[in-house]
């Protein structure tokens, strides 16, 4: 017969317990992942926005589009929050578990570091397949559709109307001003316009007492009808002509072709996967003007920041172990510096790899390797030793460093302690 002793020295948990405690696991996760996406993403997009209101009220364009550029860029951003919003919410997790001493007692009934640790690891890998389609597809035709609708914005981004007493410049030939605008039909009142055309440079002035604009946004086309006015033709000779008209059955219509945006492929930013693939093994012709080099490092750099979600379960978890011992902010530090520094190599990696310093496909996968490999040598170390995390003594520096730098401060700038 068994001796109580060799029970409790191998204990398991009881059948079916491991998929409730999955789902107690992955019920905590939920608030903390959206949470932390939540209060990411409109702070990566706050910077941005004040630029975009910066064009806005440069080019006169509607509300409207700034929105438009915003779902554009969201793809972006969202790449930047979910390796964030994947590892906060690990660690949170965890160190709330543990702070409870929830983990001991899960511990204590059979549950292993690595058991408890499936549902995160499962999270992750469903975060590296979501990668791959954002960084894939998703984030290149949305780069794309940013970069055209910013193009659009700036040149020709006019809802045919403006600002009265000011010049306003539409595209690079065209400028108007009117004195004043009517609320009730929108008409222009004292209208000047200088225009420039493209293909001989003649510059024409226009006056005009009345004036209607509309833009024709499917043709890229703006229309103006101007009554009782004056056209001055300049030639590059020197001569000029004067035309004047009177009345709306004498209206002038001056149209200006609003310059269109580049094809989508001449960026390999701007490329999917499957583009990037395509022309480095010949099943596709290659894009102009982009190198070799650039198409490998772009496409295994994606692939590398995809993988790298798996992982990131492996440093979260024996980072929030170690937040029993410490506090959540200075792990958070620490997690942010090793994430960045990752970050950047992959970076310069890729950099090199454009240029062909290096080849970029062995660098970058290499460079994942290392980091996987150090994110599993960790957690390996904390499965084994739960009493000693592996960045205990790193933290603990952390700490003295930040009470160091506290007892610097003067005596009013100091936290007060109960």
Known sequence: ???????????????????????????????????????????????????????????????????????????????????????????????????????DALQSVGFSLGRLSRPFLLVGLLFAGAGVGLYGYVQPLGRYAYRAAFHELANAGWNGTIVPGEFTRIGERLVVYADRRDPGDGSLHGVFLRQQRPEDGVEILTT????????????????????????????????VSTLGFAGSDLSRALTVRLPGFRPRGLDEREMTLEEL????????????????????????GRLVRAASLAVLPLLAVPMGLAAKRARRSHGIVLAAVILVLYQQALSMLESFGDVGRIEARPALWAAFALFAAFCATVF???????????????????????????????????????
């Open 277 to 300: 693939w395509a022309p480095r093994h010949g099943t596709g012709p290659p894009p102009p003007q982009v190198r070799a080099s650039r198409l490998d490092a772009e496409l295994h």
């Open 380 to 418: 390996r170390h904390s499965s084994h030793n739960p009493s000693e995390g592996g960045f205990d003594g790193v933290l603990a520096g952390i700490e003295r460093s930040a009470a160091f730098a506290a007892g610097l401060l003067p005596q009013r700038w100091r936290r007060v302690r109960p």
């Open 1 to 103: 017969m068994r001796g109580a002793g060799d029970v409790s020295a191998h204990p398991r948990p009881a059948p079916g317990a491991g998929g409730l405690v999955g789902r107690y696991l992955l019920r905590l996760l939920a608030r903390p992942l959206l949470a932390t996406l939540l209060v990411v993403l409109p702070a990566l997009l706050m910077e941005r926005l004040l630029r975009l209101f910066d064009l806005l009220a440069g080019a006169g364009g509607p509300l409207s589009s700034i929105a438009r550029l915003l779902i554009y860029l969201l793809p972006h951003y969202l790449g930047l929050a979910l390796p964030a919003a994947l590892f906060i919410g690990v660690y949170v997790v965890v160190a709330r578990l543990s702070e409870d001493h929830e983990m």
């Open 208 to 239: 005009a007492a009345v004036g209607r604009l509309a833009l024709d946004a499917e043709r890229g086309e703006l229309s103006l009808e101007l009554e009782e006015g004056r056209q001055i033709t300049v030639g590059t000779d020197g001569k």
